[in-house]
T-cell receptor, first 111, second 112 residues
Framework: TQLLEQSPQFLSIQEGENLTVYCNSSSVFSSLQWYRQEPGEGPVLLVTVVTGGEVKKLKRLTFQFGDARKDSSLHITAAQPGDTGLYLCAGTYNQGGKLIFGQGTELSVKP | ETGVTQSPTHLIKTRGQQVTLRCSSQ?????VSWYQQALGQGPQFIFQYYREEENGRGNFPPRFSGLQFPNYSSELNVNALELDDSALYLCASSEDWFGEQFFGPGTRLTVL
């Protein structure tokens, strides 16, 4: 069974703090995506990583793919209240179309 | 360019009933994937339709069935509803079966 473990499950921080969310699996991904989901909406893709060791930056968000392609992290610098939401990692295996999601990290950034 | 749309937005059913959820894919996309998201959980893959054929199925019982039409829109049917079927049902469309998936806003199903 292919599982994605995401941690932490909940995170409540003050505006301006930094945070890191982790996504781990015992299986090798062909690609990994990070999504952000707001209440009442579907997930919105933030980034896709496909190469082991890859690092991608999106403004204050930094995404890293592990060398062995089994883990990933999302780091947010100087969090803002607008970053509040559910962050989901999702992986694909063997270039398949099925997305395996982690259970999500609920982030709350207080002003 | 119109994004992925889903209908209805919300739905309330009772145990044992049947339900049909609908999804219109984004223009130019030939693949639709369906996911179930229980409260506080990540989405779980139900199945995918590629060019009107089922192209992969998750660990869901046969009472979950689907259809894709020639215009690539799709339906998800659930028979004999159970309380645990209460969830947000998401559909996502992509240009091909392995392409980036774009999600709709979901249908919130409540089973009483």
């Amino acid at each position: 069974t292919q599982l994605l473990e995401q941690s932490p499950q909940f995170l409540s921080i003050q505006e301006g703090e930094n945070l890191t969310v982790y996504c781990n699996s015992s299986s090798v991904f062909s690609s990994l995506q990070w999504y952000r989901q707001e209440p009442g909406e579907g997930p919105v893709l933030l980034v896709t990583v496909v190469t082991g060791g890859e690092v991608k930056k999106l403004k204050r968000l930094t995404f890293q793919f592990g060398d062995a392609r089994k883990d990933s992290s999302l780091h947010i610098t100087a969090a803002q209240p607008g970053d509040t939401g559910l962050y989901l990692c999702a992986g694909t295996y063997n270039q398949g179309g099925k997305l395996i999601f982690g259970q999500g990290t609920e982030l709350s950034v207080k002003p | 360019e119109t994004g992925v749309t889903q209908s209805p937005t919300h739905l309330i059913k009772t145990r044992g009933q049947q339900v049909t959820l609908r999804c219109s894919s984004q223009s130019g996309h030939n693949t639709v994937s369906w996911y179930q998201q229980a409260l506080g959980q990540g989405p779980q893959f139900i199945f995918q339709y590629y060019r009107e054929e089922e192209n992969g199925r998750g660990n869901f019982p046969p009472r979950f069935s689907g259809l894709q039409f020639p215009n690539y829109s799709s339906e998800l049917n659930v028979n004999a509803l159970e309380l645990d079927d209460s969830a947000l049902y998401l559909c996502a469309s992509s240009e091909d079966w392995f392409g980036e998936q774009f999600f709709g806003p979901g249908t919130r199903l409540t089973v009483l």
